[in-house]
């Protein structure tokens, strides 16, 4: 690869095989064949269709799949008269499986489409010049070796060595994330592994023109760009699953396993060990087994719940574009987070002033008028000071940025052109000198324009007086040697040099605090100067003073770190800009020590694999990287095992932010593709607001949880029961549609009430998941076994009470045949027929039952239900009233009772029900989840 920068033009034009009136058509057109047109290339297509059969490859997606498959089974198979129950189920689980199906295809589809948002970004028109003539065409057609010209407001059309510049500066932000644009220059630029950021020589796609006026050599387009190799990073950055759907796919595919062999067990010992079993009724038992071991409303639920976790996170200005991504912020361990507009305010702020030999402090960030300049030890009044004042005016008459009011009202005003000469605007504004007073006062003459080499500007203007002022700005370095006087205590005298490196030292402070400073001068003409020739004009030059000005933190960030800290998570900042930048706002908002490690891309690029891992795991602030570094950083922390959530908003960010577990992109600045590829959006760019969406996160995730135990330990009862029942040689206690009414209606409001129970306290108390944890562990599982084997036994009680209170059969010495093959209980005269229906509706009334009372139990892992507040649980009391009130009409209400085969239970049966599911509140959640926490410490 040419390093364009590093060589002088006339290299540049050489290997170009091009001149300094760039191609002609006819060449032109030739390389337009050799090179292809000047835009982004898709590297793979979308398939929609693919995209949405692959929504169905999910394993709990295929249970359900089974799951309809195993109802139409019922339906066509079912020896008895009523077959609408299992049209009904398949009619039911379709539902969900379509709707889980469009849900997920429309995300990711959405998803999907950042290389489009790329492309927008482009030129859509460059001036370029052919034959000797310039001449506007569409971007596309640029080639590498075209002479391009554009000036302040143009978008830069491809990559090229800049040839001409005049005062040219460039917003490079979607490229590296600075805030200062970038003053071009023409000379070579000697740097090992230069980053973008380094290039001064060089203008990039995708980048604005903020002032001044210039042309370059095309050295690179389309994919070949920095901006297409964004692109390509972009492109083949893969987005893998989330905790949460590694969870559930782990789930599924256990689940999966169970109910086939369980499925075989029991067909199996019904055809082989009851030889009064037809193939009919074993393959009926094996289908209600399956059904009781599917939790079909499992992903209609945490779908559920997570897009209302998705409308609470608005509210806390957080735009959720993949739903998962929401559990998955609770679950992050690193929040790797870009410096500009996320940590600082991308506002450049004055902050200090060194005029006539004292430092003047001045308050207030932005672009606002609220601001205070302070003076050790005394009252100070900065209208009644000569020399701020003329300082200030040298700042306004000294610029090409124009101040306006700000037409959204965030701040007072916004800023047209560099954001540096903005600041010094605001500035003179907060000191009570108008902009507008002083332009009236003074007419613009000429201008000597800054540029790289020079790194000064200066301007001559005549007052109304007629005499000619020049007024000149620049790096302290360069333009404090050009002084020979100074303005101190009302007077103008000599300039000595012991004053000029004290001025120095002091310009050094600034810059160690990560303040960009520059000087201010001026000199009265006696007379105009022919050809205003630098030299004559920018010499005897009187010093006023130095303005120091930041990018400053955000007042929030400071307690976001903290906060942070106290969760255990490890905030990281990365970004393109200078070291000692990152070094000083990362001290400020509290993000390292004073004398913490900053990391720099260049000394990555350096490293062995080695060296590199261990500065990711050590370090927390990485400053002047490229796009890869990002990508680089990102993808060995989450192959490390860690939960990684990148925040940015520039395009440099887009290939990170697609490969982090959590992607965040900003709303107010973020280049859309970086909104595109990221998972959530934030809408007021703010670092804080991440942390209040990790810990929203958090708070989703304890929900999911807690229906997630809920509806597993609820399914264990049905399945134990009927494994058990089937077994022992008896009619299944239970029926298929029985229990897709219970997993489905029964069991789904509760648990969706779970999803938006009240969170538990102290959710960012605690540290984070650790990496990889699984949502099933050992107590997790052990709640589930022992209150589902508590819900068994309840079920077991009703189903063998019921038989022999109106069958007259007792376990043990009535043998199971006598259920199955005569039709008269020859003890109570009523029909085995009824006294199975009877068995059932109990069974049926006492799992709901049980179910009502022990989701109360499921509501906190920390203490029992007896030691929370219930009345807080408003929604899953409404919830538990709900299906109680649904149970009794599927038992008493005749047409539904038809449907789901129930009999009326009496006050007697009742009492039996409830006295059996009274366990259901003794299930001690804090005993076995603190063991198992407990044993994990120890």
């Known amino acids: 690869m040419t390093e364009w920068y590093s060589n002088d033009l006339d290299y540049v034009i050489e290997h170009l095989e091009s001149s300094q009136e760039g191609l002609s058509t006819t060449e032109a057109e030739k390389r337009l064949v050799e090179y292809g047109p000047n835009e982004l290339v898709e590297t793979g297509g979308i398939n929609p269709i693919k995209m949405f059969l692959r929504q169905f490859m999910d394993p709990m997606v295929i249970i359900l799949l089974i799951a309809i498959v195993i109802s139409v089974l019922t339906t066509m198979l079912s020896s008895e008269t009523n077959h609408e129950g299992g049209i009904i189920d398949a009619i039911v689980i379709s539902a969900i499986v379509i709707f889980n199906a469009i849900f997920g295809f429309a995300q990711e589809y959405k998803s999907e489409k950042a290389l489009e948002a790329l492309k927008e970004m482009a030129a859509p028109k460059a001036r370029v010049m052919r034959d000797g003539l310039w001449t506007e065409l569409e971007s596309k057609k640029i080639v590498p070796g075209d002479l391009i010209g554009f000036e302040a407001g143009d978008l830069i059309p491809a990559d090229g060595r800049v040839s001409y510049a005049v005062g040219l ?27 973008v950021g380094d290039m001064k020589n060089m203008v990039f796609q995708g980048t604005t023109i903020t002032a001044g006026k210039g042309q370059a050599l095309v050295t690179a387009t389309g994919m070949k760009t920095q901006f297409g ?3 390509e990073l972009v492109q083949e950055s893969e987005q893998s699953m989330t905790p949460l759907q590694v969870d559930l796919d782990d789930l599924g595919k256990k689940l999966g396993l169970l109910i086939i062999a369980l499925c075989i067990i029991v067909f199996g ?7 009064t079993a037809t193939i009919m009724d074993a393959l009926l038992a094996s289908i209600a087994l399956a059904v009781s071991a599917i939790p079909e409303g499992l992903p209609a639920v945490v779908t559920i719940t997570l897009a209302i976790g998705v409308q609470r996170m608005v509210a806390r200005n957080a735009i959720v574009r993949r739903l998962p991504s929401v559990e998955t912020l609770g679950s992050t361990t690193i929040i790797c987070s870009d410096k500009t507009g996320t940590i600082t305010k991308n506002e450049m702020t004055a902050t200090t002033l060194f005029v006539n030999g004292m430092t003047i402090s001045v308050s207030g960030v932005g672009y606002n008028r609220r601001g205070e300049f302070r003076r050790a030890s005394e009252d100070y009044s900065v209208r009644d000071d000569p020399h701020v004042l003329k300082l200030l005016e040298i700042g306004q008459l000294c610029s090409n940025s124009i101040l306006q009011t700000n037409p959204t ?36 003459v000429t201008e000597i324009s800054f540029d790289s080499a020079r790194k000064r500007m200066t301007s001559i203007v005549r007052d109304k007086n007629g005499r000619l002022v020049a007024n000149a700005k620049g790096a302290p370095e360069i333009l404090l040697p050009l002084c020979t006087h100074i303005y101190e205590n009302n007077e103008i005298r000599e300039l000595t040099q012991n004053e000029k490196e004290n001025i120095i030292q002091i310009n050094a402070g600034f810059a160690e605090n990560a303040l960009r400073v520059l000087a201010f001068a001026y000199r009265p003409l006696e007379h105009e100067i022919p050809g205003w020739e630098p030299e004559q004009v920018e010499r005897n030059l009187i010093f006023v003073g130095l303005i120091g000005m930041i990018d400053p933190p955000r007042s929030e960030v400071r307690n976001a770190m903290q906060i942070c800290k106290m969760a255990g998570i490890r905030p990281i900042m990365i970004t393109g800009d200078h070291h000692l930048t990152a070094r000083a706002i990362a001290r400020d908002v509290g993000l390292i020590d004073n004398d913490g490690e900053v990391i720099t891309g260049a000394e990555l690029d350096e490293m ?11 370090c927390n602030v990485f400053a002047r990287v490229a796009p890869e570094h990002k990508l680089q950083i990102v993808s060995f922390l989450r192959s490390s095992g860690q939960v990684v959530a990148m925040t940015g908003d520039g395009v440099n960010d887009a290939p990170a932010i697609k490969t982090a577990d959590v992607g965040v992109s900003m709303g107010i600045r973020g280049a859309d593709v970086t909104k595109e590829t990221s998972d959530v959006i934030l809408t007021d760019d703010n670092f804080a607001t991440i942390v209040s969406a990790v810990e929203k996160g958090r708070e989703i995730y304890s929900n999911i949880r807690k229906f997630v135990r809920f509806l597993l330990a609820a399914n264990f009862d049905e399945v134990f029961l009927i494994f058990t029942v089937v077994m022992l040689g008896l009619p299944p206690p239970i029926t298929a549609i029985q229990i897709l009414w219970l997993n489905l209606a029964t069991d789904g409001f509760p648990a969706l009430a779970l999803g938006v129970d009240p969170p538990e306290s102290g959710v960012m108390d605690r540290p984070p998941r650790k990496p990889g944890a699984k949502m099933m562990d050992r107590g997790m599982i052990s709640f589930i076994l022992i209150a589902g084997a508590a819900a068994f036994l309840a079920s077991l009680i009703m189903w063998f009470w019921s038989l022999w209170a109106y069958g007259g059969w007792i376990p043990g010495i009535t043998g199971p045949d006598v259920l199955w093959n005569t039709d008269v209980s020859p003890i109570t ?3 085995w027929a009824y006294v199975r229906t009877h068995g059932r509706t109990a069974v049926f009334a006492s799992v709901v039952c049980f179910e009502l009372l022990f989701v109360w139990n499921c509501r906190n892992e920390y203490h029992p239900v007896w030691r929370t507040d219930v009345r807080k649980s408003k929604v899953l009391a409404a919830a538990v009233i709900l299906s109680l009130v649904l149970t009794l009409v599927t038992i008493y209400f005749p047409p539904v009772a038809v449907l789901f085969q129930t009999v009326p239970l009496n006050p007697e049966d009742w009492f039996i029900v409830i006295l059996s599911c009274m366990p259901a509140l003794l299930v001690p959640p804090h005993l076995i989840f603190g063991y198992f926490r407990k044993s994990k410490t120890d």
């Open 169 to 195: 500066s460039a917003d490079e932000a979607p490229l590296t994330g600075e805030s200062v644009a970038v003053r071009k220059m023409l000379d070579p630029i000697y740097l090992r592994k230069a980053v």
């Open 229 to 231: 190799k964004i692109a």
């Open 269 to 275: 010992a019904e055809v082989f060990e009851h030889s």
């Open 409 to 444: 009202g965030k701040d007072d005003w916004s800023v047209v052109g560099d954001p540096t000469e903005g600041a010094i605007l605001v500035l003179a504004e907060k000191a009570g000198l108008s902009y507008d007073d002083t332009m009236s006062r003074n007419t613009e």
């Open 608 to 618: 062995t694999q080695e060296a590199f891992q261990d500065a990711v795991n050590r």
């Open 829 to 831: 005269g009523l029909s």
